[in-house]
């Protein structure tokens, strides 16, 4: 086929391009501009009215990165990074949109989406080598190339409570905030005055939370599993700061480049056990008083991840702190985590989180004690007592991972659907393709680097990018990871996943909030410079570990 102009694929009517892409975020956005500039036809499929992805659909207030502003932009342009001023170490949602929407101006990439296009189901085509794709309003398009691109965090989970249906105020999942009518944020009115229940504690509550209960009436916080949280220590970026941080650009990527997570955080490569436990404590203290973002987290001794011993010395450390800022001690227990150690989950970032319950116009209702029955049309009933309420908020997560594909109907080259054969086992190669299901590619899916997005979906994306100028070049329509090869990187993903503490706990990572899910860590738990290397290592060899025709 062609690899240059859309076309239609022999005397079909359908619309035939090179690649289509799913979702128009981080991921999608950058793929586009890579695809475009090599001379392939591409049309991104977007289920939203714009671009953005996690950006667009997570509008809540407080929603903000948790990675430096400066480390999250892209690195492929110069000029962008250079003109691009960040307000805030870690900007807010209203202002990543707004760069995400002037990358997609800036490099014309929105001719090439399609909005408001849900994908409905994909099928390989085993005589030409194609996708075919249906939409939810019943388009239908073909490519070579299917590349989801649709989010590891975005496949939308509501628990399962009898009577939501019935209530007669307002409730809505965090990832379909109402949108603002003046702007690019969340509707902040919404719990303006009003009786409002959030169901949740993970990073979502964190950081929406101290918002709520600044403007609601009163709050009730539903929380069944309690998540250490570590200070955010947000600040704005004054003139002569964001002119040295440019000037600093490459000590920064430089850093990132090395780094496990890809975040300008390092771990301390000494053991906890080998310094006194008065510097052990000094550098605690330094960390959570100074350190921004994921320091505490990833920037500690190195055995902080590996060793239960050095785990536990420093969710003690952590609990101190909890039981200091929140002034009633038995609402102060109930935020301390006691099923898992700080990090062994996805850690929040925190502005004024624990001072919140503080409040007299916030409460903390520990559903394990009494659990949840059922919504009513007033508001939520737990075993205890009835709940009235004006507002519900679910910030109960995600499908993670995995869930933004398998709600697809996605079926491979023997009819299979990609969901069955992920019910049982987690298996793929590279976290990019799956034995299976030829010319599909993931970005930021299962067994995805775990690791700052952008830096990690470009080195994703120039990998797909390249694999596919090989093929054109070479004449050919067809690649799929051989089994033993994918065989050979889940082993490889679950060994490194093993040499951490991540698996100890249950948690979305490891698929837990998903009843039914085979239990395997969801990203790829090896440093990011060593997950680079391997996909270097595959193109170096001529793609061996593919199989293609």
């Known amino acids: 086929m062609s690899y240059a102009q859309p076309g239609t694929a022999g005397n079909s009517s359908i619309p035939t391009y ?27 499929l977007e289920a939203g009215s714009g671009v953005g992805g996690t950006w ?43 760069y995400l929407n002037h990358v997609a101006d800036r490099f014309d990439l929105r001719p090439h989406i399609r909005f408001d296009t849900r994908v409905a189901a994909a099928t390989f085509d085993e005589t030409d080598h194609r996708w075919e794709v249906l939409t939810e309003s019943g388009a239908c398009f073909r490519a070579r190339f299917l590349i989801m691109a649709s989010g590891i965090l975005s496949a939308t989970q509501l628990p399962d409570i009898p009577g939501v249906d019935s209530f007669r105020g307002q409730c809505f999942h965090t990832s379909r905030w109402p949108h603002a009518p003046e702007g690019l944020g969340g509707d902040k009115s919404v719990y ?59 000590e920064i990527l430089a850093l990132c480049d090395r780094t496990a ?20 404590e000094a550098k605690f203290e330094a960390l959570y008083q100074n350190g921004r973002g994921f320091a505490l987290w990833l920037g500690n001794f190195r055995d902080v991840m590996t060793d239960i011993r050095a785990n536990r010395l420093l969710s003690e450390f952590v609990a101190k702190k909890i039981r200091a800022r929140v002034k009633d001690p038995a609402v102060a227990e109930k935020l ?7 990090g062994q989950r996805r850690v929040p970032m925190e502005t004024n ?13 520990d559903v394990r004690e009494q659990p949840i029955e059922c919504i009513t049309p007033k508001g939520i009933r737990t075993a205890a007592q009835e709940y009235e309420l004006d507002l ?16 697809i109907d996605i079926r491979g080259s023997d009819g299979r659907l990609i969901r069955d054969k992920w019910s049982r086992e987690l298996k793929t190669f590279m976290g990019l393709q799956t034995a299976g299901f030829p010319n599909l590619f993931m970005h930021i899916g299962p067994h995805a680097a775990f690791c700052n997005i952008p830096r990690c979906a470009q080195v994703t994306v120039d990998w797909v990018t390249d694999l596919a100028c090989h093929m054109r070049d070479r004449g050919l329509t067809r690649a799929e990871p051989t089994a033993a090869a994918e065989d050979e990187w889940t082993r490889h993903a679950e060994e490194e996943a ?22 395997a860590l969801l990203l790829y738990a090896g440093p990011a410079p060593l997950f680079r290397r391997k996909c270097r290592e595959v193109a170096e060899s001529g793609y061996q570990a593919l199989e293609l025709r």
């Open 498 to 519: 093993d040499k951490t503490l991540l698996t100890k706990a249950n948690s979305w990572l490891m698929g837990d909030n998903i009843p039914g899910k085979p239990r």
């Open 56 to 98: 667009y659909w997570n509008r809540y207030p407080g929603a903000r990165f948790d990675s430096e502003s400066y480390t999250y932009a892209y690195t492929f342009s110069e000029e962008l990074l250079r003109d691009w001023n960040w307000s805030e170490h870690f900007a807010a949602q209203p202002e990543t949109l707004a």
């Open 192 to 250: 303006q005055g009003k009786r409002v229940g959030v169901i949740g504690s993970g990073a979502t509550a964190v950081q929406l939370i101290p918002h709520v209960a600044e403007g609601a009436a009163h709050l009730h916080v539903f929380q069944r599993t309690a998540n250490w949280c570590a200070p955010l220590h947000n600040a704005p970026i004054p003139a002569e700061e964001q002119a040295a941080l440019k000037v600093r650009y490459p």
């Open 18 to 44: 090179d690649a289509l892409i799913v979702g128009a975020g981080v991921s999608g956005l950058y793929q586009v501009l890579r695809l475009r500039e090599a001379g392939f036809s591409v049309l991104c």
């Open 392 to 407: 519900i908020i679910f910030a109960t997560g995600f499908d993670a991972g995995t869930g933004a594909i398998t709600r």
């Open 261 to 280: 997570g890809a975040f300008m955080h390092e771990f301390d490569q000494r053991s906890m056990f080998e310094v006194s436990d008065a510097e052990r």
């Open 353 to 365: 989180y624990y001072e919140t319950y503080n409040r007299a116009n916030v409460t903390l209702v």
């Open 336 to 342: 301390i985590p006691t099923t898992h150690g700080f």
